[in-house]
C-alpha cells in the first residue's frame, strides 16, 4: 500500500511569533504546489495562531508540540485538545523524547494523551526511540515494543488510522549524529511488524512511521528512500525556511 509520506518541522522552544511569521512567508513560496507529502510545522505554544493564519489555505498544517490529556482543569501550563482545536491546529506530538527526559513524560502519560487526541479526531506523532546505551546493549527492538505496547494499550483498529508514529533515536536527535539509512529501515521494521502483532496488518501496513533525528537536506533522501520510512520529523534543520523546503522537496 501506498502511503503518503508526512514532513514535519518540530520548532522545540524557537522562534517569537514574528519569527514564526517570517519563517512562513519564506517558507509558503519554496513549498507551493508541493502535494507528495504532507507538510506540518509544530511551532511553540504562543506562536500557534500566528502559523494557523500565516498558512491558511495552503499546503502546510499546523500541530502543538504537547498536549495535555485531560479536557480541562487544574494544571498549570498546559494546553487541552479543544483548545488546541479552537486556534486551528490539527496535530499533536506526543511523548517526544525531550518530554519524557525533562518533563517525566512515560508510557502511561504517552497512551492518555493518545486516547484523547483520538477522541478529538487530531492527529497524533507518538514518538519512540532508544537511547545510546539501549542499542549498544542490543536492547533496541525491545524498548521499541515496549514503548509501543504502552502507547498503544486500549486503542482500538477502529481508533488507529490516523496514529503516526516517529522513530526517533535518542542518541540522534539534536546531536548531528544520524541513524544510518539501514539502521532506521531495520527500526521501522521492526516497529511496523510490532503494530502488526497488536493492531493487525491492515493497520500496520498502513500506519506512517517518520525517522527524526538530525535530518538535514544532505541526509534526507537517502532516509526517505527507504521503504518503511514514510517521512521525517525535523527538528534543527527546520528552522530556516530554505534548509526544511529543501528536506521537503528530497
Ligand atoms: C526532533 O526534535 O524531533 C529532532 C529530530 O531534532 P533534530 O532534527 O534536531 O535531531
Not at 502511503?3 to 512567508?25: G, H, S
Request: with cysteine; glycine share 8%.
Amino acid at each position: 500500500m501506498s502511503r503518503k509520506a508526512l514532513i514535519a518541522a518540530n520548532w522545540k522552544m524557537y522562534k517569537t511569533p514574528a519569527e514564526a511569521q517570517a519563517f512562513v512567508d519564506a517558507f509558503l513560496p519554496l513549498v507551493a504546489g508541493h502535494t507528495r507529502d504532507e507538510i506540518v510545522l509544530f511551532p511553540s505554544a504562543t506562536s500557534l495562531s500566528t502559523v494557523v493564519e500565516a498558512v491558511a489555505g495552503s499546503n502546510v498544517a499546523v500541530g502543538l508540540q504537547n498536549m495535555h490529556w485531560a479536557e480541562e482543569g487544574a494544571y498549570t501550563g498546559e494546553s487541552s485538545a479543544a483548545m488546541l482545536k479552537a486556534v486551528g491546529a490539527t496535530h499533536t506530538l506526543i511523548g517526544h523524547s525531550e518530554r519524557r527526559q525533562y518533563f517525566g513524560e512515560n508510557d502511561e502519560v504517552v497512551n492518555l494523551k493518545l486516547q484523547t487526541a483520538l477522541k478529538h479526531g487530531i492527529i497524533p506523532i507518538v514518538c519512540i526511540g532508544e537511547h545510546l546505551d539501549e542499542r549498544e546493549a542490543g536492547k533496541t527492538a525491545v524498548v521499541l515494543c515496549a514503548q509501543l505496547r504502552g502507547a498503544l494499550t486500549g486503542v482500538t483498529l477502529e481508533a488507529a488510522a490516523p496514529i503516526v508514529i516517529a522513530y526517533e533515536p535518542v542518541w540522534a536527535i539534536g546531536t548531528g549524529r544520524t541513524a544510518t539509512p539501514e539502521m532506521a529501515a531495520e527500526a521501522h521494521q521492526i516497529i511496523r511488524a510490532e503494530i502488526s502483532q497488536i493492531l493487525g496488518p491492515a493497520v500496520a501496513d498502513a500506519v506512517r512511521i517518520l525517522y527524526g533525528g538530525s535530518v538535514k537536506p544532505d541526509n534526507a533522501s537517502s532516509l526517505l528512500q527507504q521503504h518503511d520510512i514514510d517521512g521525517a520529523l525535523v527538528g534543527g534543520a527546520s528552522l530556516k525556511p530554505d534548509s526544511f523546503a529543501a528536506i521537503v522537496k528530497y
